[in-house]
């Protein structure tokens, strides 16, 4: 079997290695447009920070490490476009500006996605800068020693973690999103109030529904303006999302969302025999409802290649499903979700309940005591767990892969508010937050 991998990361390498695992005759090429694989872009924010000073920290399995597995990978490679009735990928070699055509038998396309570059006037002067591959973070890192004013456009996950890895090197750090609320799109209006306020505490200067116009030449430097006003920035970091790199194949007749994400079912086929695909550049099924959803997470990608990988092979296997579960550490502060957000369950017409309440992560004598914040959403009439948030300065992630569990399982509330935690002082209360989030629940 020759099987034919477009792109070298979470999930085409996942597919890869389990496929060599289960075929050890395959032929396996792998291409990947960049010169690295394997790579986990999400400790970028992190090396910037200077929470570790070697950028190779962030690959996962060198390159040598497939070679020796006999897995054929073409780096600096691009795929141009799909013949699926020959089975054949064009390739671009980018070093030689060359193309190949490469056949396959069957072929994952695990492109990933590309940050979005909003066509703002100004947008390609020198200054300005996006965070996604490793040479960005190595090149950013380096400009920071000598930048003092950031803007960052773009108040998601990325920005606020580049925001806080700015305050990490002493910088002033200013964001703007054009949206009411920073994080909007992920958390309720109860977690981010609390998120915004700890942003703003480290004299992070947040602005809100601003949108970005144009961008200018001033001095060594740059100028922002918006609708509102214009800043000086000595450098300028984009994070206003990610398209799905599919651009390529778009005309290949495979089935795909509004945003270009490959539709796949469980077991990552698509609509054209013998194509599949996975990660960022794909849908996923929701665990919650059933539906596909774009969610680009690592944990999707490693877990839908792994699945892949068995599938290639011809094993059975499938994916059960996500649950959106993400987190956002700010300084001392931290926030988390899994499920369905408010948002979410009103724009399926779910009939839901929410319990929002404010507790301690531990025992008064013991000293770090600090405030949680739970909000849980279920099931008006069953009761069923359909989502839930927390969000305080210390141990409020870590609870949410606890109810990341109930919503997979459809624990009900009233389960939740009697479930055996532990309980010690340094840890948690006789009644964990999470039980009083649950035996609350009207």
């Not at 872009?41 to 490490?65: K, Q, S, T, V």
């Not at 040479?135 to 920071?144: T, Y």
């Not at 981010?192 to 060594?220: P, R, Y």
Request: charged share 25%; glycine share 10%.
């Amino acid at each position: 079997m020759n099987c034919l991998i477009i792109g070298g990361n979470a999930t085409g390498m996942s597919a890869a290695a389990k496929l060599r695992r289960n075929m050890p005759d395959a032929i396996i090429t792998v291409i990947e447009e960049g010169d690295i694989v394997s790579f986990g872009a999400c400790g970028l924010p992190y090396y910037l920070g200077g929470e570790f000073d070697d950028a190779n920290e962030m690959i996962a399995r060198p390159l040598e490490d497939f070679k020796k597995n006999n897995i054929d990978i073409l780096s600096c490679h691009q795929a141009v476009s799909l013949d699926h009735e020959n089975k054949k990928v064009s390739v671009l070699n980018k070093k030689t500006n060359t193309t190949l055509e490469l056949p396959y038998d069957k072929l994952l396309i695990s492109t990933g996605a590309f940050p979005f570059v909003p066509p703002i006037e100004g947008i390609k002067l020198n200054g300005i800068h996006t965070l996604t591959k490793m040479h960005d973070g190595i090149a950013l890192k380096e400009l920071l020693k000598s930048a003092k004013k950031i803007v960052i456009v773009g108040g998601g996950f990325i920005g606020i973690e580049t925001a806080e890895a700015c305050l990490h090197q002493g910088k002033e750090v200013r964001i703007i999103e054009r949206m009411p609320r920073l994080a909007g799109l992920v958390f309720d209006t109860e977690m981010t109030e609390h998120l915004e306020t700890a942003i703003k505490k480290h004299k992070v200067d947040v602005h809100l529904e601003e949108t970005v116009t144009s961008f200018k030449e001033k001095g060594n430097g740059l100028e922002v303006l918006t609708d509102k006003g214009s800043y000086d920035a000595d450098l300028v970091i984009i994070s206003v999302g990610f398209s799905p790199a599919t651009s390529w194949c778009s005309k290949s007749g495979l089935e795909v969302l509004p945003n270009g994400a490959i539709i796949i079912d469980e077991k990552g086929k698509t609509n054209i025999v013998d194509i599949y695909a996975g990660g960022d550049c794909a849908t996923i099924k929701h665990a919650t409802f059933g539906q596909n959803s774009y969610i680009p997470l690592a944990t999707n990608a490693n877990k839908i290649g792994r699945v892949l990988g068995d599938v290639l092979a011809g094993k059975e296997n499938h994916f059960a499903g996500a649950l959106g579960s993400a987190a956002i550490r700010f300084m001392d502060f931290e926030v988390g979700r899994t499920g369905l957000s408010e948002h979410e369950a009103q724009k399926l017409n779910i009939e839901y309940s929410i319990n929002t309440i404010k507790d301690f992560n531990y025992t008064s004598y013991v000293k770090g005591r600090s405030e949680l914040f739970v909000k849980l959403i279920y099931d008006k009439k069953s009761r069923v767990l359909l989502g839930g948030q927390i969000c305080g300065a210390k141990d409020a992630v870590l609870r949410v892969d606890v109810l990341a569990l109930g919503v997979f399982k459809k624990m009900t509330v009233d389960e939740l508010g009697m479930m055996d935690f532990i309980y010690s002082p340094p840890f948690a209360r006789t009644w964990d937050i999470l039980n009083v989030a649950g035996n609350t629940s009207k």
